[in-house]
Antibody, heavy 119, light 108 residues
Framework: QLQLQESGPGLVKPSETLSLTCTVS??????????WGWIRQPPGKGLEWIGS???????YYNPSLENRVAVSVDTSKNQFSLKLSSVTAADTAVYFC???????????WGQGTLVTVSS | EIVLTQSPGTLSLSPGERATLSCRAS???????LAWYQQKPGQAPRLLIY???SRATGIPDRFRGSGSGTDFTLTISRLEPEDFAVYYC?????????FGQGTKLEIK
């Protein structure tokens, strides 16, 4: 059974870079036709897709975030990562990683990790 | 960007009743590329419905998705206690995925 687990610092200072990792178990991140994505949810609010990538290197991002976002992959560790630069309090959220086919639904999801932006 | 608007914001019902949740898109969702998720406090969203009307693996048949174009509906035929949660719709017809703001289904 495929499982995803987010990890990373729970507290980031304003203007710094948020870095998270998603570790995939029960399947290979290099599986053909699957994409891997990041979604976030501010406390008490709805869901926002951040960006996705394909293991071969193709990436695409939410236009509202693309100038601050980078997603990368480490196939040797079966992990992928998110970097979000110049964070502000508005970036405080639970960050989820998830698998999806291209232009398809997200399933499964990781349990999520809360990142708070505060000095 | 396709904006999804869910209604109502909160729905108060009793176990055994029927729930009807709406998701309206600002423009047509191609090929009915719409999903529904259930989220309980402290948990990740759980896929219920994809392609507007197909149930995900393990989802009870009391959950039914319908609709096309700009209007979609999630119907829960007989509410069980575990169904009280927040429900989100999501479109994936363009290379920019968007979610609705959610409908909270609470016990009356």
């Amino acid at each position: 059974q495929l499982q995803l687990q987010e990890s990373g610092p729970g507290l980031v200072k304003p203007s710094e870079t948020l870095s998270l990792t998603c570790t995939v178990s029960g399947g290979s991140i290099s599986s053909s036709h699957y994409y891997w994505g990041w979604i976030r949810q501010p406390p008490g609010k709805g869901l926002e897709w951040i960006g996705s990538f394909y293991y071969s290197g193709s990436t695409y991002y939410n236009p509202s975030l693309e100038n601050r976002v980078a997603v990368s992959v480490d196939t040797s560790k079966n992990q992928f990562s998110l970097k979000l630069s110049s964070v502000t309090a508005a970036d405080t959220a639970v960050y989820f990683c998830a698998r999806h086919d291209f232009l398809k639904w997200f399933d499964p999801w990781g349990q999520g990790t809360l990142v708070t932006v505060s000095s | 960007e396709i904006v999804l608007t869910q209604s109502p914001g909160t729905l108060s019902l009793s176990p055994g009743e029927r729930a009807t949740l709406s998701c309206r898109a600002s423009q047509s969702v191609s090929s009915s590329y719409l999903a529904w998720y259930q989220q309980k406090p402290g948990q990740a969203p759980r896929l219920l419905i994809y392609d507007a009307s197909s149930r995900a693996t393990g989802i009870p048949d009391r959950f039914r998705g319908s609709g096309s174009g700009t209007d979609f509906t999630l119907t829960i035929s007989r509410l069980e206690p575990e169904d009280f949660a927040v429900y989100y719709c999501q479109q994936y017809g363009r290379s920019m995925y968007t979610f609705g703001q959610g409908t909270k289904l609470e016990i009356k």
